[in-house]
């Protein structure tokens, strides 16, 4: 399976619109070059535009949905589409992740369960979500995480209890802390011996400076490929059968003691 990350540079100066216009070309670029396309959180307003999180939602079968679904189709390829800000039908916000099949239809929805802000920002202006979510990609099931969901080790064992092989997850993640971004990006392919497809933004959001530095980790915890500062589409090739294979030879799942659900009596 071959894979590209698209590290989207968010430039206030470019309207929504025109950017998801962008986007979906460059996501019907890859027919051909790629079988799954990752792109990053919020890309269409921007991870920390939070002024604009109410006038930018929109409904799951809104305008990003459209656009997406149309280049996911063009492309013939796996399409996690980053996450947009969700105007439920009650009213409440989500951040909200996309994926569609080869054929345009959508295939998951994930609602970002841990919210970034610390009391501000997202968290108080969004609803949080509350169920993990797989995605039977053939050969390589997807576990869907967020941006900040990377710091909370035990959802990404419940992805691999859900049986996922490998996680994507989509960012707006601070150039600040990018440090922390690769790290934990690795660590988590490391202790669930799954690969992760962690696609980040350039640019900047709001005043914020964004880390780039998109990167796929394999299940052994190595570096296979990282983008710099800047826009950059990463592709690299993915050997699903390496992810048994590396279980096997260390089999370090299976001396699992604690989180497990209890013995039946």
């Known amino acids: 399976m071959r894979a590209s990350l698209i590290q989207?540079?968010?430039?206030?100066?470019?309207?929504?619109?025109?950017r998801?216009?962008?986007?979906?070309?460059?996501?019907?670029?890859?027919?051909?070059?790629?079988?799954?396309?990752?792109?990053?959180e919020l890309w269409p307003v921007g991870a920390f535009a939070y002024e604009s999180f109410a006038a930018e939602a929109e409904p799951l079968d809104g305008p990003t949905?459209?656009?997406?679904?149309?280049a996911a189709a063009e492309a013939?390829?796996?399409?996690?589409?980053?996450?947009?800000?969700?105007?439920?039908?009650?009213?409440?916000?989500?951040?909200?992740?996309?994926?569609?099949?080869?054929?345009?239809?959508?295939?998951?929805?994930?609602?970002?369960i841990h919210r970034f802000g610390f009391d501000t920002g997202e968290a108080v202006m969004m609803a949080a979500g509350d169920a993990l979510v797989t995605v039977p990609v053939p050969d390589l099931p997807l576990g869907v995480a967020t941006?900040?969901?990377?710091?909370?080790?035990?959802?990404?064992?419940?992805?691999?209890?859900?049986?996922?092989?490998?996680?994507?997850?989509?960012?707006?993640?601070?150039?600040?802390?990018?440090?922390?971004?690769?790290?934990?990006a690795r660590?988590?392919?490391?202790?669930?011996?799954?690969?992760?497809?962690?696609?980040?933004?350039?640019?900047t959001h709001a005043g914020v400076p964004q880390a780039g530095h998109s990167l796929v980790v394999d299940p052994w915890g190595e570096?296979?490929?990282?983008?710099?500062?800047?826009?950059?589409?990463?592709?690299?090739?993915?050997?699903?059968?390496?992810?048994?294979?590396t279980r096997d030879r260390f089999p370090a799942l299976k001396d699992r003691l604690l989180g497990l659900a209890p013995p039946r009596r």
């Open 223 to 245: 570096v296979l490929a990282e983008a710099g500062d800047g826009e950059e589409t990463l592709t690299v090739d993915l050997d699903p059968a390496l992810v048994a294979t």
């Open 20 to 40: 998801r216009a962008r986007v979906a070309s460059l996501v019907a670029e890859q027919r051909g070059v790629a079988d799954l396309v990752v792109l990053p």
């Open 147 to 184: 941006c900040y969901d990377l710091r909370f080790p035990e959802m990404f064992r419940g992805l691999v209890d859900a049986g996922a092989l490998a996680f994507v997850v989509s960012a707006g993640w601070p150039a600040r802390r990018r440090e922390h971004w690769t790290l934990l």
């Open 8 to 18: 989207i540079a968010v430039d206030p100066a470019e309207s929504p619109n025109s």
């Open 76 to 112: 013939s390829v796996w399409l996690h589409a980053g996450s947009v800000v969700e105007r439920a039908p009650d009213g409440a916000l989500y951040n909200t992740a996309l994926v569609f099949s080869p054929s345009g239809e959508l295939a998951a929805t994930y609602r970002k």
């Open 187 to 203: 660590a988590r392919a490391v202790e669930n011996q799954a690969y992760v497809l962690a696609c980040g933004t350039g640019g």
């Open 65 to 70: 949905h459209r656009a997406m679904a149309k």
